[in-house]
C-alpha cells in the first residue's frame, strides 16, 4: 500500500511559479513510476508528466513541454512538478499518482487526494 500526500497549491498570477510536491509512504517508493495528473472543472482528468523508476525518463503532455519539470528524490520519496510561465488555462486540481514497476503512468496503482493550483489573468 502506497499513501501519496500532495502539498503546494495555490493562488498565482498568470506568468508566476509553483513547484508541486507529493510525499509518499512506504520503502519501495523507487519502485514506482510517479506522474501528475490534472482536472479543470467541467473537464475529464488528464495527463502532464510522469517519470520514470529512476529518474531516467519523463514524459510530458505538449501543452506544458517547457514549462514544467518533474523530477524525484527517491530518498526522500517525493515527487516534484515545478511549473514556470503558468497560464490560466493550467488552473486544475493536480493529483500524483504512482504505477509499479513501470516507465510511466497510465490508470495508476495509487492516487493522492490533489492540491488546488489557481491562475489569474
Known amino acids: 500500500q502506497v499513501q501519496l500526500v500532495e502539498s503546494g497549491g495555490g493562488l498565482v498570477q498568470a506568468g508566476g511559479s509553483l513547484r508541486l510536491s507529493c510525499a509518499a509512504s512506504?520503502?519501495?517508493?523507487?519502485?514506482?513510476?510517479m506522474g501528475w495528473f490534472r482536472q479543470a472543472p467541467g473537464k475529464e482528468r488528464e495527463f502532464v508528466a510522469s517519470?520514470?523508476?529512476?529518474?531516467?525518463?519523463?514524459y510530458y503532455v505538449d501543452s506544458v513541454k517547457g514549462r514544467f519539470t518533474i523530477s524525484r528524490d527517491n530518498a526522500k520519496n517525493t515527487v516534484y512538478l515545478q511549473m514556470n510561465s503558468l497560464k490560466p488555462e493550467d488552473t486544475a486540481v493536480y493529483y500524483c499518482?504512482?504505477?509499479?514497476?513501470?516507465?510511466?503512468?497510465?490508470?495508476?496503482?495509487?492516487w493522492g487526494q490533489g492540491t488546488q493550483v489557481t491562475v489569474s489573468s
Open positions: 499518482a504512482a504505477e509499479y514497476l513501470k516507465t510511466t503512468v497510465g490508470a495508476g496503482d495509487y
Open positions: 512506504g520503502r519501495t517508493f523507487s519502485s514506482y513510476a
Open positions: 517519470i520514470s523508476r529512476s529518474g531516467g525518463t519523463t
